[in-house]
């Protein structure tokens, strides 16, 4: 079974950019999908960004849309968020998750979830 752990998160200002990644361990890494949600203080856990196990399809939020990418390395099991242009609005606590059936904007269709990596974007 894959675990995952964030990393990256931290207090940056507004027009900064900042790269999570999430490291995960157990040998199916490969078989996943994988996606970030983020979860803002007093919101639900919303959907940023998406990738295919093969890393050929992506998919983003409206909101972060030319501002954030998602990338894998299968060999170093490993997920990445570059995210650019940050936002006060993008202030939240930013979790990946993992997919056995295919990622994408649901949450339901993710078994695996890490801890969460918190960014904070001062204005």
């Known amino acids: 079974q894959v675990q995952l752990v964030e990393s990256g998160g931290g207090l940056v200002q507004a027009g900064d950019s900042l790269t999570l990644s999430c490291a995960a361990s157990?040998?199916?890494?490969?078989?996943?999908?994988l996606g970030w949600f983020r979860q803002a203080p007093g919101n639900g856990r919303e959907f940023v960004s998406a990738?295919?196990?093969?890393?050929?399809?992506?998919t983003y939020a409206d909101s972060v849309k030319g501002r954030f990418t998602i990338s894998r390395d299968n060999a170093k099991k490993t997920v990445y968020l570059q995210m650019s242009s940050l936002k006060p609005e993008d202030t939240a606590v930013y979790y990946c998750?993992?997919?056995?059936?295919?990622?994408?904007?649901?949450?339901?269709?993710?078994?695996?979830w890490g801890q969460g990596t918190q960014v904070t974007v001062s204005s």
């Open positions: 998750a993992a997919a056995r059936n295919g990622a994408g904007k649901a949450r339901d269709r993710y078994d695996l």
């Open positions: 157990g040998r199916a890494f490969i078989d996943y999908g």
């Open positions: 990738i295919s196990w093969g890393g050929t399809r992506t």
